[in-house]
Each structure stands twice: as structure tokens, then as C-alpha cells.
């Protein structure tokens, strides 16, 4: 029954010991600790599980010689102790002190029943009051919201920061539940936090929306902490609110901002790069990345070394710049392109510089574009010097070549004179030919398009190309070889290109082959769109070329030869390219060329413009106006020994007075004139005179727009200079009909006047 007793005793001291507000503690006489309430963790701030087992003394400052439980305990005593807190602070403790005996009679233990003793209560309500007043100053002059609220939620404390985060003032909120302060979507986080607390937990800081007195929804971040009183009981919360709704606004729109940059950067044809100082990449970025060769994931954190097409060594030499401080900008030579860099130092956190970064800009299309562009400005410069010195040359060579053609004509074609003439004549002739092409190409001379027969052309050219030399044309013409549309001075000049090249490359003789055909190409033989073509092929035995320059030969000046222009093939380019063809080069060396080109068919062939016939009203009167004197006095000469009847004037003025004077079949008018009327102002005044007048226009200046149109501004005709009798005589002919009155050609031309007028 007493050992029943006792361990009802014992079991009842533990149940009151757990749930005593007081700190009791059970000890043994050598000051070992067997019972430790959470009374005692409140007091002293030791957990059970640091104190059960062990000797208590030293840690709550009793002295390890003294004693404990005192040796002459004998029955219940209450003591007055001075004990000391886990955190160090000094308490006093009122204790009751309950021997333990055995059965026998002996104290074995004691039993303590603690409270804190009031100086101790005193001295810890002043610190209390003082910690208090201190954190109140902190409190109040925070701009953060700072909040003490109940277990039930109701504001019992509000700060200024709180009355400019929330727009409530402090004798608005006291009283008022905290909810007010919550958007009703978000009154579960209450809850939520209110059992923390209750719980002794600290709430992790978070960011929510809370509403404010005007209704206006803010950002903020939450840190909130359980209240204790001085028995460490949870009895509130305190809430430190900070408004981040323009922090938030500030970092949307730098990400806003960076995502625009990047945009920017990926869209862009840069790249932005960074370095450290000892050259490792730490930034490379952009759309540029492909095209000039790098790639990102190989780069960043290792040496610029593995920079493409050789380029590291300039990079080292302007990064290096970039480390002494330097602002500048480069341009470097990357993977066969041109890449402008602005260089700039980075600095580090001490203003040292720790590195250095840039924007890298593929400029090779700028530059090539800014290369055209000057290129160009030279050709045009170039076109107009050349338009003048054609213009000039050209008149010189139609006297030479009008002297000379009439000098074989008077021989007669018997003379062995006469064929050194010819060959004069070709020879000048030629030499129009290289000025028309030089100014064709500077200018870019317009076409004048009409049907072309190609058949008579390529026959034509090719007998007088090759005339005199060692080399022989064997012509292949299809049957039915299509006409085509074009301009056919420009395509004789092409074909008279192509067999002088096959005649230059077989110095020894030979046989130039040239091969025309009907193709009908599907769009993937050739760069050509599918559809009917006239395929040309002109095909030499000669030397050949070299690898490496077929691919130049059409480059403007580009020549394996040491007395060609290098203009031949690249106006040749131009003027097929210009009719919707295409020109290829095929050659071996040792072996030969085959230059190949196509002009596509009309879609609908129009019949070519056909001679009137060999016979000519007698006598026909044609008046020819040039500013020149020897040309006038020899195309007087060709006009004459042709069978015409010939006036000549100087200028569009004395051309006029003439045509008062008495009517002209045909009137050749000289575009250019220094001193007075030129051509085109003189048939103005001519139409006004006579509607029907029959005009050919002559200039040495063969890519004027006159001259490319002629039709376009009132003129039947053209004869570009220098000319021969048989080219006077072949623009003539045909304006005078097949025996009809040369007055049937005045009204064609006026009838076609008036549908220029309507166009």
C-alpha cells in the first residue's frame, strides 16, 4: 500500500510539474536534475532534454563547491535565490524547497517550486520598458509598415510607416481587424498566419497584395513574428509591411526593358560581347553569331584563341588597347567579312578596370554597298567624260570612215586598193564599236527594242567580224530559228564580242563554230524562268582559260589579254542580261571556250520590219543637217554617189531656212549641235511647218535617250555615226517605200506621230 502511494505521489508531481506555470525542478543531493518542467524552460530558458541527468549547478549559477540541496534541508523552506538565465542575465527566485526522504527518513533529493522574485519582475519590467520605449523610437521613425495585432486579429499598435503604406491613420486602425487591410480573395492567408502564431511559429517572410484606405491595390513583402510576454507566452503578432509595388513596377520594366534589349540585340545584325582581363569570354550575344561565324556555347569563359578565320590576333592587339583604358573603334576581319567593334573598359566594383566589352557590327554588306555606291559615282563621272569624248570621237571617225568608204566605192571592188580601204573601214569601224561599248557600259545604254532577226545577224556579224583574218566561221542555223525582241545593235555588238574573242584566242587560225537553236528550258536547266528560248553558242579551238579566271571574266576590265579592254564580255553580260537572257563560260586550257547564252522568244512574234525594196524614187531630196564640216561634206559625198539629191546645213536654224525655202523626202537631223538648234528642237519647228516630215536621227552619242527611242520623240529613223553608204543607204530605203511617192512615208510618220501623241 505505501509503495502504491508513493508512486501515486510521483505521478501526480510529474502531471502538476508539466502543467505548473511555476518552475519546478526535482534534484538529487549530489545536484543532478530528475525533473524539469516546461516552467523552468520558460524561466531559465533551458530545454528538459538539456537539464535531466545532469549537475544543474553550474549553468544556473550556483557555485560547484556549494552544496545543493542545502545538507541541513529539514521539512519545507521557502529561500530567496540568485540564479541565472541561459542568455546570462542575472535572476532572483523565489523557491520552495520540499525535502525528499527515503524510507528511512534521509533526504535523497529536493523538490523546488520557483516564482521570480519582484526585484526581478521589477528589474525586468524596467528593461522591458526601456527595450520598449527604444524600439518604439525604431518603430515610429520606420517607413515600413510596422503592426501589432491579437491573437484574433484586431490592430492593437500602427507606426507612421504604416500610415503612409495603408493610408489609414494610427486612431483609424487600432481596434479595427486586421482583414481590413486584405483583399477579400486573400482572407485565408489570415487565418493561416494567425494559427502559426498561435503556434509559437515565425511566419517566413512572403509577398502579397493588400488594399489600402483608397481602395488601391499595393504590393508588399511580410515578415511577422509571435509576441511574447514575460512568461514567454505568445499573447500577439508584430507585422513589418514594406510597400514593393514600385520596386515590382521598377523590375518589370527592366525585365520589360531587357527583354526589349534582347529583342533588339536578336533582331539586330550585332553581337555584345564582354572579356575579363585576362581575355576570357564572359558575354556573347546576338543575331550576328551565326553569320560572322562564332558560336556562343563554345566561347563563354574560355580565350578569344578559337576566334574563326584567323582573327584572334587582331582581337588580342584591340582588346589589349580596350585594358589600358581605351575608348575606341576597329574594324577586324572575321570568317572572310568585315566587323566594326566599339571597344569600351569595364570597370570593377574599386573603379579598376576588371575587363572589357563591346558591340561587334558585320559591316561587310555596308562596306560593299558603300564601295558600289563610289563605284558607281566613278562610273557616272566616268559616263559623262565618255559620253563627251564618244560624242567627239565619233564625228572624227564619220568623216574617216565616209572618206574611206567612198574612196572603195570609186575604186571599185575589183581594185586591190580598194580591199586595203576596206580593212581601214573595218578597222574604224571597230574602233566605233570599243566606244560605243565603253559608253554603253559607263552609261548603260538603252535599248531600242524591235524584232530581231537573229539568223541574219549572227551571219552578218560573224562574215564581218572575221573579214580579212585567219579564222573561219562555221555557222549552224536552225531552219526555223525564232526571232526574237531586242535591240539589234546591241546584239551584233554581243555576237561581234564573242567571235573577235574566239578569233583572239586562235592566233595560228582556225574555225570559230556558232550554233543557233530553238530550247524550250523548264526553269531548272538554268537560272532562267521555264519557257522558249534562242540558245546561241559561239565555240573556239583556242587557248583556253584558266580556272581561276572564268569565274572574273565577266568583271568589269578584267583581260587575260594584253591589248583587251576588258570591257567586252561585261557589256556583253549587261546587254544579254538586259534582254531576259543569261550568259555562261565553259573553257579548259589547251582546249578551248564555249561561251553560251539565251534570249527568250516573244510571246508573240511580231513580223521584222522589212526593206521597201531596191528601187527609189528618182532623184529623192534629203536634207542632212551636222555642225561639222568634214562630215557634212562627206555624208553629202556617200548621199550623193547613192543617187539622192543633197542640201546640207550646219545647224537646226539653217536646216529650217532651207526647208522654207522648198519641201524634203527626208530630213537627217544631228542630235547635238554646240552652236544652235540641235536635232530634236529642229523637228519641233519642222512638224509646225510641215506635220508630215520624215526625220532620221544621227548622233555620235549612241545612249541618249533619243537615240535608244527615237520613235518616241517623232523621229522614223536612226543612223548612229560614224555611218557608211551602205548604212545611210539601209535607214533610207525603207522610208521610201518600193517604188511609192516618198510623200506615202510622210503620213506613215505622221500617223504614227499621232499615236505617240495619244500614248
Sequence with gaps: MAVQREAWRHRAWEVLGQVSAEAMIGWTRDGRVLVWNDGATRFYGYEAREMIGCDARPLLGIPGHTPWPPADLRGRRALELNRRHKSGTPLAVLAELHPIEDEHGQVIGVAEVGRLAPRTLSMARAQQQAARLHLAAIVESSEDAIVGKSLNGVIQSWNRGAERVFGYRAEEAVGQPVTMLIPPDRCDEEERILAAIRAGERVPPYETIRVRKDGRLIQVSLTISPVYDLLGRVVGASKIARDITAHRAAERALAQAEERL??????????????????????????????????????????????????????????????????????????????????????????????????????????????????????????????????????????????????????????????????????????????????????????????????????????????????????????????????????????????????????????????????????????????????????????????????????????????????????????????????????????????????????EEAPASQAGGSVRPPKARILFMDDEEPIRKVTQAMLTHLGYEVCVAADGGAALREYRKKRYDIVILDLTVRDGLGGLATLERLRALDPGVVAIVSSGYSSDPVMADHERYGFVAKVPKPYTPETLDAAITPLLGGGGAPHDARRSAAGADQDRDAW
Aim: hydrophobic share 45%.
Design 262 to 603: 534582347r529583342a533588339v540585340v536578336d533582331a539586330a545584325p550585332v553581337v555584345l560581347f564582354a572579356c575579363d582581363a585576362q581575355g576570357q569570354m564572359t558575354l556573347l550575344k546576338g543575331r550576328a553569331l551565326e553569320s560572322l561565324g562564332f558560336k556562343a556555347e563554345g566561347l563563354i569563359g574560355r580565350p578569344f584563341l578559337g576566334m574563326p578565320g584567323g582573327a584572334a590576333a587582331g582581337f588580342a592587339a584591340q582588346l589589349a588597347r580596350a585594358l589600358r583604358g581605351e575608348r575606341f573603334t576597329a574594324v577586324l576581319g572575321v570568317a572572310g567579312g568585315l566587323v566594326e567593334i566599339r571597344w569600351l573598359p569595364v570597370l570593377g566594383a574599386e573603379g579598376v578596370i576588371a575587363g572589357a566589352g563591346g558591340v561587334a557590327m558585320d559591316i561587310t554588306e555596308q562596306r560593299r554597298a558603300q564601295e558600289e555606291a563610289l563605284r558607281a559615282s566613278k562610273w557616272e563621272l566616268f559616263g559623262t567624260l565618255a559620253g563627251g569624248i564618244a560624242h567627239d570621237f565619233n564625228n572624227v571617225l564619220a568623216a574617216i570612215v565616209g572618206n574611206l568608204a567612198l574612196a572603195r566605192m570609186k575604186l571599185g571592188p575589183v581594185s586591190e586598193a580598194a580591199a586595203f580601204l576596206l580593212e581601214s573601214e573595218k578597222a574604224a569601224m571597230r574602233a566605233q564599236g570599243l566606244t560605243r561599248q565603253l559608253l554603253g557600259f559607263a552609261k548603260g545604254e538603252r535599248a531600242a527594242r524591235g524584232v530581231v532577226d537573229l539568223a541574219a545577224l549572227i551571219e552578218s556579224t560573224a562574215r564581218f567580224a572575221l573579214g580579212g583574218s585567219n579564222v573561219r566561221a562555221h555557222v549552224l542555223i536552225a531552219r526555223d530559228l525564232w526571232k526574237v525582241r531586242g535591240d539589234e545593235g546591241q546584239l551584233s555588238q554581243v555576237m561581234n564580242n564573242l567571235v573577235i574573242n574566239a578569233q583572239q584566242a586562235m592566233p595560228g587560225g582556225g574555225s570559230v563554230e556558232i550554233l543557233a537553236r530553238n530550247v524550250s528550258l523548264d526553269g531548272h536547266e538554268t537560272a532562267l524562268p521555264a519557257g522558249d528560248y534562242v540558245r546561241i553558242d559561239c565555240v573556239d579551238r583556242g587557248v583556253g582559260i584558266e580556272e581561276q579566271d572564268v569565274a572574273r571574266i565577266f568583271d568589269p576590265f578584267f583581260t587575260t589579254k594584253a591589248q583587251g579592254s576588258g570591257l567586252g564580255l561585261t557589256t556583253s553580260a549587261r546587254i544579254v542580261g538586259e534582254h531576259g537572257g543569261r550568259i555562261d563560260v565553259q573553257s579548259r586550257p589547251g582546249e578551248g571556250t564555249r561561251v553560251r547564252f539565251y534570249l527568250p522568244r516573244p510571246s
